[in-house]
């Protein structure tokens, strides 16, 4: 399992002009680069988690139109790819939105992880803003440690350039689902053309990404993916490990199921944690187990141990 990090061979370069042509090259593709090299895998498997999962898309599309086969299988957790149906977020993404983000942007370069996070915060506002206000303002009380809520607390900037295109062509114009419409990197995306095996998650209660819209993958990338609905929201639904709560529900084909609802009516119910089955999928769509090679590599040494020194910021 690797973690994507988008880098700055510049640190001293003003994000401002950082597309989404650089997000692709200097996330994904580096790291997939880096990844094969301390390895010597031929091919990575890949996960992105809802913002994630589109730029995952975006980067299979355009390694297909180049033949190039260094993606084994994708997993994509609770993504968004057809954005006809976004959920709670539509509040926010209006004209007059997205014009009021994209002057923020235009101020510092980028948009900050504060606003990010209020965003989401406003969705859930009686949970994540009110219990907050009643129970520590007024009544003085220390906020209980929540390992969920420090998570979902880690927020990161988005540059300007990158941030308003993603912003245009995904939920303003849902350019992503017409193939030939995106042209990145001299390449035209088509989703159609995404062969690797694929995992899908949508959840149940999920304001972000609602789980039907979710469940378009299974229509856009053919009938090699595996969709599972996994019980609870976008975050509470996902980190659930086995040995707690949860319930998942799948089907063998997506082939006689034309709509999301179609598709809820044959799938089957199973308790407990969806990672086991994801677990299994992956073992089917990897090589043979072997030894880990130790931290980093002659080319990339380690620069400390995990998770790093940026958790201890304030």
């Known amino acids: 399992f690797t973690v994507f990090v988008i880098s700055w061979k510049n640190p001293d370069a003003s994000m401002e002009n950082t597309t989404i042509e650089d997000y692709m090259d200097l996330g994904p593709l580096e790291a997939s680069d880096v990844i094969r090299d301390i390895t010597g895998s031929s091919t990575v498997n890949a996960m992105g988690y809802c913002i994630g999962g589109t730029l995952l898309a975006l980067v299979l599309a355009y390694l297909a139109a180049k033949q190039d086969r260094r993606f084994g299988s994708a997993t994509f957790i609770v993504s968004l790819l057809d954005f006809k149906r976004v959920g709670d977020t539509a ?100 989703l159609g053309r995404i062969v690797q095996p694929v995992y899908a998650v949508g959840a149940e209660k999920d304001h972000i990404v609602p789980w039907d819209a979710a469940w378009r993958i299974t229509q856009l990338l053919g009938e090699n993916v595996r969709f599972v609905l996994v019980s609870s929201g976008h975050i509470a639904g996902i980190i659930n490990p086995p040995g707690g709560k949860g319930t998942y529900w799948t089907t063998k084909s997506n082939k006689e199921a034309v709509s999301a609802e179609e598709w809820r009516k044959t799938a089957t119910r199973y308790d407990g944690s969806w990672w086991t089955d994801w677990a299994a999928w992956l073992a089917e769509h990897s090589g043979a187990k072997r030894k880990l090679p130790f931290h980093g590599g002659d080319s990339h040494p380690s620069l400390q141990r995990a998770p790093g020194s940026y958790v201890l910021e304030k």
């Open 91 to 190: 509040i926010f993404i209006g004209d007059e939105s997205v014009d009021f983000i994209e002057e923020q942007m235009m101020e510092r370069g980028y948009l900050g992880g504060r606003e990010m996070s209020n965003m989401f915060n406003l969705l859930r506002s009686n949970d994540l803003i009110w219990a907050n206000v009643i129970n520590n303002y007024l009544m003085g009380q220390k906020p209980p440690a929540f390992d969920l809520l420090y998570w979902n607390a880690d927020s990161t900037r988005m540059a300007r350039a990158a941030h308003s295109w993603y912003l245009r062509n995904t939920y303003k114009e849902n350019n992503l689902i017409q193939p030939g419409r995106i042209t990145l990197m001299g390449e035209k995306i088509d």
